[in-house]
């Protein structure tokens, strides 16, 4: 077994790693941190809550601290690069907290909040920057930063920079970087676009892997949902007036619609906050806070917004919303049973989404066991939608429609949806062609859950009838003791 001893890393940076209650490597660190401390580039297939940050941040520190240099304005040593704020947030916060017993500094960087505080500390010399590109790009056209004394490259998470749109900026920072760097380079996949991007950045890299995104889903116990479109809402109340669910990352597909759960949610009482692109920085630094503090045990997010963000206990993900995007469920499910933690996620599926079920079983090669509906849930609200074929959800092609429009793509067709990672069908991923396990179509609302959990009429009454008004509006009574976990299946 590797212990981070073994890895030869400062003193102080061990101390600090006994301090954040690290015991041992987790198998990326294993692979990367020995390649990385000898200075070689490295070719990372690793998704967040891998500890991938740690694996790249912990060597840089170390070979920083080995070779100090008197900070230069505008000048950083070491470049990390991360395709959204929130992730940046969360890796500076890493290197300042491994890095908590060493004489250097980090910065970081990203749009949307004012740049002058930025050029300031910039001019003031950090060793390690944290940044999203385009924010980078602006800071060099104004010439409050410099990229000629970089010694080490890290891009992170790298089939999300192509996702978003960011090729353009990566290509034109790799010219301002001396030849002579060590880069790290991670991504969740690795199709050939990214091995492409890789080849650019990288000299001679050690490859190295860990779990593959589809079998990540296997960690986390998992159900689906059968309910109409009208009637999401009423569910999602119902279920959230269960205790067990301590802190849930509920999932939208639109910024639009993770508004409007947060505004049913405050109606009924229920104290949540929403977290997308439309949000300012304060704003969502808020929800964040609120999320992680305990204070507000609801978070409503789109796929862009909840990437990279890293909270510990998070019990429960509901998803409002079954994403198109295959690898978006797996990456969304993964918020929760972080770092070995029990988890359980929950998908709601109206008719519409049935196809999307299907695709992320297809994926993952995993049935998802289907729950009822909870006992006494109320009808759709007078005037909600009452038939989701009624009202289709916007931008989404119907299954049947999806063979008629090639890759299925709707980004563009719905003005509200959060830019995200394209739908990508039969690319070749391991178990991407695989058949769903049990054979049977995900489809009959009235479905007893498949061998996880007792029908519904035979369910002990463990845990609480969901009848206690918490809000004074709504006392619908709906039974959702199911809800707790159940014993770990493997
Ligand atoms: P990351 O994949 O870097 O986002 O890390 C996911 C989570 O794992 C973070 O909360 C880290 O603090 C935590 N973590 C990273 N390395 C270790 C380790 N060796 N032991 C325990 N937790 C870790």
Redesign the pocket.
């Known amino acids: 077994m590797t212990l981070?001893t073994d890895f030869g890393l400062a003193q102080p940076i061990l101390k600090a790693?006994t301090a954040?209650?690290?015991?041992?490597?987790?198998p990326?660190?294993a692979q990367t941190i020995p390649y990385a401390m000898e200075g070689h580039d490295v070719c990372g297939i690793?998704?967040?809550?891998?500890?991938?940050?740690?694996?790249f941040a912990l060597p840089i520190l170390h070979r920083l601290n080995a070779n100090p240099k008197p900070r230069r304005a505008k000048s950083p040593r070491v470049l990390v690069l991360s395709p959204t704020r929130e992730l940046a947030s969360?890796?500076a916060d890493?290197f300042r907290?491994y890095g908590r017993n060493l004489r250097l500094t980090t910065e970081v960087v990203f749009g949307g909040v004012t740049i002058s505080r930025q050029e300031k500390a910039l001019a003031n010399g950090v060793d390690v920057l944290v940044a999203t590109p385009g924010r980078l790009i602006d800071l060099i056209d104004r010439r409050a930063l410099s990229l000629r004394e970089i010694e080490i490259l890290v891009l992170d998470e790298a089939d999300q920079m192509l996702d978003l749109g960011f090729i353009h900026a990566l290509k034109r920072i790799v010219t301002l970087l001396p030849k002579e760097r060590q880069s790290l380079f991670f991504s969740a996949t690795m199709p050939k676009t990214i091995s492409t991007l890789a080849d650019s950045f990288l000299r001679n890299p050690a490859n190295v892997a860990v779990t593959p995104v589809a079998t990540t889903a296997e960690r986390v116990e998992q159900s689906v949902i059968f309910v109409q479109t009208g009637r999401k809402q009423v569910l999602l109340e119902t279920l959230l007036r269960d205790p067990s669910i301590e802190r849930v990352l509920v999932f939208t597909r639109t910024k639009h619609g993770a508004d409007k759960v947060v505004r049913g949610l405050d109606k009924a009482g229920i104290a949540g906050a929403a977290i997308h692109g439309n949000k300012s920085q304060p704003q969502r630094e808020r929800a964040l806070a609120g999320f992680r503090d305990g204070s507000c045990r609801v978070l409503v997010a789109t796929d862009i917004a909840a990437r990279?963000i890293?909270v510990?206990g998070v019990s429960h993900v509901i998803n409002y919303d079954l994403p198109n995007v295959p690898e978006s469920y797996v990456h969304r499910i993964g918020r929760t049973a972080?770092?070995g933690a029990t988890g359980l996620a929950i998908s709601f599926c109206n008719d519409e989404e049935k196809a999307y079920l299907k695709d992320i079983e297809k994926l993952t090669r995993l049935k998802v066991p289907v729950m009822p509906l909870p006992e006494g849930l109320p009808a759709a609200p007078a005037g909600g939608e009452t038939s989701e074929r009624r009202e289709p959800q916007r931008g989404r092609p119907a299954p049947h429609a999806r063979g008629h429009q090639g890759h299925g793509q709707s980004r563009s067709a719905d003005p509200n949806a959060e830019r995200g990672p394209k739908r990508r069908r039969g690319r070749g991923k391991p178990g991407g062609n695989a058949q769903p396990q049990g054979g049977q179509p995900a489809g009959n609302q009235q479905r007893p859950a498949q061998g996880q959990r007792p029908a519904q009429g035979q369910r002990p009454a463990q845990g609480k009838p969901a009848s206690g008004r918490q809000d004074g509006r709504r006392g619908d009574g709906a039974q959702v003791a199911w809800l707790e976990k159940s014993p770990r299946r493997r």
């Open positions: 981070f790693l954040e209650g690290y015991e041992k490597p987790t990326i660190q690793a998704q967040t809550g891998t500890g991938k940050t740690a694996a969360q890796i890493s907290a990279g890293d510990e972080r770092a």
